[in-house]
């Protein structure tokens, strides 16, 4: 951060359960919902909070998350639906209850010369796990109420819509460099040089980093994708047009990594075939959840990768070695502590002989791998991935093309999602809704198992553009 939050920063926070009463009262409860989140990571501004003694944190993730759980609660017409303990609830008690038993066990301090970290203790951990609940309540909310395929179309409008609005204050930090997060809330969110790209500037608006901005950009792309395939329109303008409009704003953002997604989503979801692309995106999350556990096991080729990075562009091949170099010393660190982790207050960080911390922490599953340990590192990312497994199983259970291109599109969006876990550090809010929407669409679709009978997963499934 460069720069001191100013008080305007603290007004929009505060503000924005005006904006969801507004929200919930005026439009459907499932539009209002997306805007509540999707507005706040895109409006709000980052590492700005308040805290209170014994309340988690209040900042752009927790503030819109309480305010669509209020708003949904107050206006769902939707019977509750009593639910079995399964895996997802498993996966979610665990989730909740892992930085408890993180805690208990690293109540040590830690002394480097100078440098003391505090032991974690019990009243940290229940903060933590209360802390990780309120961040969780958007995969909660998807899932309770997007699960419906017209909840998915209206995911994927938001996005197209989003994406042409953002698109203008982007073109002009592209122009006049990242500046809108600065004259708005007082400071800037990441260090400026990080915007600079040869001749010009990756903007990013209010999202904190340029990296964020270009990949959901990138999302955007492929929903308009999807909804060029399906035949909707976006304040009736054509499909086509929208589609290369957006996909133009994402070359002009200077990120290689989220235009190279876009550049094998978008051809997936406009020609392939619905199984096709849910065996693409099931191949994303293993490669996901597999990649950390060959990095602990050095199994993973980074020599092979450096040299062909370096035969492409020296200057990234050297920034590639300089990452495979701070993971390979994160991961020895993380060891120490394989199955729950060092905790909080940078315990699991790399500290020299002087108590000088030479930590560079890029992907999030270096972080959760560190801080929560092995088995907080598997059940974050069987969350986020196990959607994707079970949209797989569901799809002989899709009644049409429509739908099954659309749950075949957002299946793609989370598992990239996931897939950039490693390089980078985005989960927010916004995604964890996307995958709980996935989730509850899965889980609504397989429940439904027993009453269809007639249905043709073959024909449905390679289906393909035109038919």
Excluded at 204 to 230: K, P, S, Y
Excluded at 364 to 376: E, H, K, N, S, V
Excluded at 425 to 447: F, H, I, Q, Y
């Amino acid at each position: 951060m460069e720069g001191t939050p100013n008080l305007f920063a603290y007004v929009a926070l505060l503000s924005w359960p005006l904006v969801a009463l507004v929200l919930y009262r005026t439009r459907p409860m499932v539009e209002a919902t997306i805007w509540t989140i999707l507005g706040g990571f895109l409006l709000l501004p980052v590492d700005v909070s308040i805290k209170i003694p014994m309340i988690p944190v209040f900042d752009k993730n927790s503030i819109p998350n309480i305010c669509a759980l209020i708003g949904c609660t107050a206006v769902s017409r939707r019977a509750p639906q009593p639910r079995r303990f399964g895996s997802i609830e498993f996966l979610i008690a665990i989730y909740i209850a892992s930085p408890i038993i993180t805690s208990l066990l690293n109540a040590d301090p830690i002394v480097i010369d100078t440098l003391t970290l505090p032991g974690v203790g019990s009243y940290d951990g229940i903060s933590a796990a209360i802390g990780e609940f309120v961040f969780l309540l958007s995969f909660l909310i998807g899932r309770r109420f997007l699960r419906n395929a017209a909840d998915h179309e209206q995911i994927l409008r938001a996005l197209v819509i989003s994406g042409l609005a953002y698109s203008l204050p982007m073109l002009f930090e592209m122009r006049f460099s990242p500046q809108l997060h600065n004259w708005v809330y007082g400071f800037h969110p990441s260090q400026f040089v990080q915007s600079l790209r040869e001749d010009g500037y990756r903007p990013m608006v209010f999202t904190g980093h340029g990296l964020i901005a270009a990949f959901f950009l990138m999302t955007t792309v492929v929903a308009a994708t999807t909804l060029w395939r399906i035949r909707v329109r976006v304040f009736n303008l054509p499909p086509a047009g929208v589609t290369i409009y957006l996909a133009g704003i994402l070359v002009l953002c200077r990120s290689a990594g989220a235009l190279v997604y876009g550049m094998i989503l978008t051809p997936l979801v406009r020609f392939a075939s619905v199984r096709l692309q849910l065996r693409i995106a099931v191949l994303l999350v293993a490669v996901a959840v597999a990649f950390p556990i060959l990095r602990t096991a050095d199994l993973f080729p980074t020599t092979t990768l450096v040299d062909i990075a370096a035969t492409l562009n020296r200057e990234r091949a050297e920034s590639l070695q300089y990452r495979f170099d701070h993971e390979k010393s994160l991961l020895a660190r993380a060891n120490e502590r394989f199955w729950f982790g060092w905790g909080r207050y940078g315990r699991s960080r790399v500290y020299d002989e002087y108590g000088i911390d030479r930590s560079v922490t890029d992907g999030y599953w270096i972080i959760t791998l560190g801080q929560y340990g092995f088995i907080g590192f598997m059940i974050q990312f069987l969350l986020l991935t196990l959607p994707v497994f079970l949209a797989v199983f569901a799809l002989k259970y899709v009644a049409s093309l429509r739908e099954g291109l659309t749950l075949a599109a957002l299946s793609l969006i989370v598992a990239i999602g996931v897939v950039d876990q490693l390089p980078n550090s985005s989960v927010g809010t916004w995604t964890l809704l996307l995958t709980g929407a996935l989730c509850g669409r899965a889980e609504l679709l397989l429940a439904s198992r027993g009453r269809v009978k007639s249905r043709q997963p073959t024909k449905l499934a390679n289906v393909r553009i035109g038919q």
